[in-house]
């Protein structure tokens, strides 16, 4: 109950201010949702806070709450090719479910945000590929699953975990992408006991996506995306599947060694 807890502060803190200025912005056009001060205050204070709460209530070790163990480099190999597969496959998921629930005008005015910045695809990269897999890796896969693991299967923590993690970010369109990445995390977390890996896995993800947005043209010029639907399902599917396979094999002498 303690993790469902920090969730459920995390996600009101971010919530109470984020969401009401997201409208106010959109319905007014102005822009305090992205204001400096408000960034710095809510980005980093919120963070502080939960890190600050959980290590209290869990009474261990900064070791034992964020765990570093070694592990072998090259799972990162097959991690970013399940990585790419995934977000194929999930893609057709995605087009299915907007048709079911279109998103509307104002999310995909707050998603075009994130590069309208001074910064432009730097800032982009700093805010999705570098902050957010340090603030929700060290939240999830670090208090969560150190608060679950204590109590439960190994099963139910990485589960629960993904299951928390995808419902974090309030976003539907968003829930196949993050619950997938939350169990493929989930289990790295488990079996090599490295915070540091799971951050990487969740800065490759939103790299990925990134790039996917960034170069979108280019991309859908290469061969692989000029084949057929089905081919490139089934190509994704069988790539998948072989990456998973590499890492439950390189995790697993990882697991031994620790």
Excluded at 46 to 51: C, E, Y
Excluded at 53 to 82: D, H, Q
Excluded at 90 to 115: H, M, R, S, T
Excluded at 229 to 240: D, F, G, N
């Amino acid at each position: 109950m303690g993790a469902i807890h920090l969730v459920v502060l995390y996600t009101f803190i971010q919530t109470i201010i984020d969401f009401p200025l997201a409208l106010f912005d959109y319905y007014n056009g102005t822009d305090y949702l992205y204001n400096p001060l408000k960034k710095i205050i809510v980005g980093v204070g919120s963070p502080v806070f939960i890190f600050y709460y959980a290590y209290r209530r869990a009474g261990v070790k900064l070791n034992k709450l964020f765990p570093a163990k070694s592990f072998n480099v090259l799972i990162l190999i097959p991690v970013l090719v399940f990585l790419w597969a995934a977000q194929n496959l999930i893609g057709e998921v995605n087009i299915a479910l907007d048709k079911v629930l279109p998103p509307p005008a104002w999310f995909w005015e707050l998603f075009n945000k994130i590069f309208e910045n001074d910064y432009g695809i730097y800032g982009a990269i700093l805010k999705v590929a570098i902050m957010a897999p340090i603030v929700e890796e060290l939240i999830f896969r670090g208090v969560i699953m150190h608060g679950l693991m204590r109590n439960y299967s190994k099963f139910t923590a990485v589960f629960v975990s993904a299951l928390m993690f995808a419902l974090f970010h309030l976003n539907p369109w968003q829930f196949p992408a993050t619950f997938i990445l939350g169990l493929l995390l989930g289990t790295l977390m488990v079996r090599t006991r490295n915070i540091y890996l799971c951050i990487l896995g969740h800065a490759f993800n939103n790299g990925l996506v990134l790039i996917s947005i960034q170069f979108s043209n280019e991309l859908q010029n290469t061969s692989f995306f000029q084949s057929s639907k089905s081919s490139q399902l089934m190509i994704s599917t069988l790539i998948a599947a072989v990456a998973l396979v590499f890492i439950l094999i390189i995790s697993s002498s990882d697991s031994e060694t620790n």
